[in-house]
């Protein structure tokens, strides 16, 4: 594994936060926190079956006459398609302005969802796919699911076939999918970029999915659940932790919904940016994915994740986007 630093940012940030968002670990703690020790027997055929049903399902795709460019240039359409269980998921797609498309990607999102394409893509002949998964924001709604990610993270966690994240796993299979129908071209070389939330997914999506070349994976969540309801945290975490605190029963779910333990099985080039500091995301549970890698794996490490008040942020943000381009276009 490379591993680089985006700044040589020293101790932890100054913050808010009643408890440690660093956990007590340094890098070369975080960078001995395994994978789950206990995995379901039938782990890999729970996702090798959803793919296939995802792969099966008509998409549909329709693309809406051009909404506007980017700050970038990149010229945006607005784009629907079916997904896993006949949910019809939203959001955009860009494009260069010349039109001409060597290449493609699909963009996750954090939980908040989305409500517009980011300005760029790491490569300038690539469309992109900025889909909004399942029951989230602004694009992808659905009744009687909550929207904001306390909620909607415990939407149907009583049963691996009922929990949301793996409707919103196939959202991303559909979405790939999707890109590649109206832009044939895309399929020449597929690429995942996500953050957060679609750290998560993507690490959860990517092993079964042959069509991808590569991924960055940003701040994954979803990484070593047995870990992370033991660490007190903010947003989504904290809701999961809650849950687990009333029903410990859920870890039997959770357990096929595991970042990490589906990072065992990811073959691809990764670049993995994991943060050393997050209130929402614990390290510890980021490490977890990125330590799982089983591919070839160039990581970057952040000082700190959820939290951008830190005279480092943006001068890591630019490192960050040199590389990813770098990255990407090899």
Known sequence: MKIDRLSQSAGVPQHPFPFDPAY?????????????????????????????????????????????????????????????GGIRIGGWIVVPPDGVVERGFVVGHGYGGRDEPAPELPATDAAGIYFVARGLPTKSLLSGVPSEAPG??????????????????????????????????????????????????????????????????????????????????????????ERYQHDPRILDVLAYFDAATAARHVQIPVQAVPALFDPAVPPP???????????????????????TDYPEYEQEMLELGRATKQFFAE
């Open 24 to 84: 007590g670990l340094d890098l070369d703690g975080l960078l001995k926190v395994a994978a789950p020790d206990t995995v379901p027997a039938d782990f890999a055929e729970f996702w090798q079956d959803m793919y296939r049903r995802a792969l099966a399902t008509p998409v549909d795709p329709r693309l809406g006459a051009k909404a506007g460019s980017t700050a970038a240039g990149l010229d945006v359409f607005e784009v629907s398609f079916t997904s896993l």
């Open 285 to 307: 549970g980021q490490f977890a994915v990125v330590n799982a890698l089983a591919g070839p794996v160039e990581t970057q490490v952040a000082t700190a994740g959820h939290f």
């Open 152 to 241: 909607h993270v415990l939407q149907g966690i009583e049963s691996r076939a009922d929990y949301i994240i793996g409707g919103c796993v196939a959202d991303l299979w559909c979405a790939a999918t999707a890109l590649t129908e109206l832009f044939p071209a895309t399929a020449r070389r597929l690429d995942y970029t996500g953050v957060s939330f679609g750290g998560g997914t993507g690490a959860l999506a990517l092993p079964w999915d042959a069509r991808f070349t590569a991924a960055q994976l940003m701040v994954p969540t979803f990484g070593n659940h047995r870990l992370r309801v033991t660490l007190e945290c903010v947003g989504s975490g904290a809701s999961v932790r």
